[in-house]
């Protein structure tokens, strides 16, 4: 289960259609954190099960249960396994099984920011792609060898690789 945005609601300050007063308890994770945990359960297509109070969320949550990117990967995407892990870092990968494209996730496992790094021979791909952002939203033109991309402490990038 997710622990998203607003957890629960609680008798207090915030009101319903019924003019009851609520309280709101929030996730502990930071935003980061979140974008890690729904990189990770949707990359290797585990069931998203949000346990939060959907009535109350914010936009940030909302994006991440929303992002229709992230959602074709995890609804489409095949093959997920892990590439490497170290101490600090983490890369995950699976491929498109409608199109092709590869999904790469980069994963900053340390308590600073650091540069995540993907070798195209680790991701045992070849040629040119086009890389997309999924998270951001945009296009990162293309490549040739590798991935990289410098990430907030406990944060993920995802990364769609199309011929």
């Not at 909302?62 to 990967?73: F, P």
């Not at 590439?83 to 491929?95: G, L």
């Not at 409608?98 to 650091?114: P, Q």
Request: charged share 25%.
């Amino acid at each position: 289960m997710l622990p998203l945005g607003s957890l629960r609601l609680y008798l207090n300050d915030w009101k319903d259609a019924a003019g009851l007063e609520f309280d709101t308890t929030w996730t502990n994770f930071t935003k980061e954190e979140q974008y890690t945990m729904m990189s990770l359960w949707s990359i290797f297509r585990s069931p998203l099960i949000m346990g939060g109070e959907m009535r109350n969320n914010d936009d940030f949550t909302l994006s991440l249960l929303t992002n229709a990117e992230i959602l074709r990967m995890q609804r489409f995407g095949t093959n997920a396994h892990q590439v490497y892990r170290t101490e600090k870092a983490c890369v995950w990968k699976s491929t498109d099984q409608e199109d092709g494209s590869v999904y790469a996730a980069l994963f900053n496992l340390s308590d600073s920011a650091a540069q995540v790094t993907a070798c195209f021979e680790e991701l045992e791909i070849a040629g040119t792609y086009q890389v997309r952002d999924l998270w951001a939203k945009e296009d990162k033109g293309t490549e040739t060898e590798k991935l990289s991309a410098w990430i907030a402490p406990h944060g993920a990038v995802v990364y769609r690789l199309k011929k």
